[in-house]
């Protein structure tokens, strides 16, 4: 074992073992932080597979820490109207059903568009941010892409697709202080997540993207004009939604 030689104020100098030398603490303390920060999504998923644990995001501990409050009201995925599923399905991630987390294609594409300088688009899938809302922070970077991709891989491992599918549409923000579909759907449209019309099902969808400047409950002509668009994919999704009924 190597020992460092630490001298005192005196000028005496003596050996210590790399475990007790600052250098070696600070690595050890930087080894058990990593430890830490690979088994606490672990542990967490596997605890989101119990049916009555309903995870809270990132951005409602920031709410409660800020003492800013907010509105949501867990429902189960039996209790949203499949409608709903749908358009958000069919608004922010088609191939949920058939990826294992990660829509390889599309972030592909994106990389490929950020490398030639060109304006890239989104490539999150649902689970994707999913692992985003639980785990990460919402300011875009590199980082943050980068730590996605593997939390949504294992996020897609230990979770059903019903399960991630139930966990984000309960944790999604859709507007200041209003998160899942529940809160969203009493908060714009005074009513339950059950009963939402396939219209409002296709605004609170388009709404995602961008919940602090996008109100469903008063869209502009562009926010109507996707929400029809919306609205016809998702009377047509078929076989694109099966994993979740």
């Known amino acids: 074992m190597t020992r460092v030689l630490v001298r005192n104020k005196r000028g005496r100098g003596y050996l210590v073992g790399p475990g007790r030398s600052p250098v070696g603490r600070l690595i050890r303390y930087a080894v058990l932080a990593g430890v830490v920060l690979i088994m606490l999504p672990l542990v967490l998923l596997s605890l989101y597979r119990i049916p009555f644990v309903h995870p809270v995001s990132t951005l409602m501990v920031k709410d409660l820490v800020t003492f800013s409050g907010y509105d949501r009201r867990w429902v189960p995925i039996e209790q949203i109207s499949p409608v709903l599923i749908n358009s958000v399905m069919m608004s922010e991630d088609a191939r949920f059903c058939f990826h294992s987390g990660v829509d390889w294609d599309a972030l592909n594409s994106v990389v490929s568009d950020a490398i030639d300088g060109e304006q890239t688009r989104g490539a999150s899938t649902i689970t994707m941010q999913t ?90 002509r562009g926010m109507q004009t996707l929400a029809r668009l919306n609205e016809r994919r998702a009377r047509g999704a078929g076989a694109y939604i099966g994993c979740v009924k």
């Open 131 to 220: 692992a985003k809302n639980l785990f990460l922070w919402t300011s875009r970077s590199f980082i943050r892409k980068g730590l996605e991709v593997p939390l949504a891989m294992l996020t897609d491992l230990i979770l059903p697709k019903q399960r991630i599918m139930e966990i984000y549409l309960n944790i999604a923000e859709w507007g200041p202080g209003i998160y899942g579909v529940e809160a969203a759907a009493q908060h714009h449209f005074n009513t339950s997540a059950a009963k939402l019309s396939p219209r409002q099902a296709a605004y609170l969808a388009v709404t995602l993207p961008n919940p602090i400047v996008r109100n469903p409950a008063k869209p502009g």
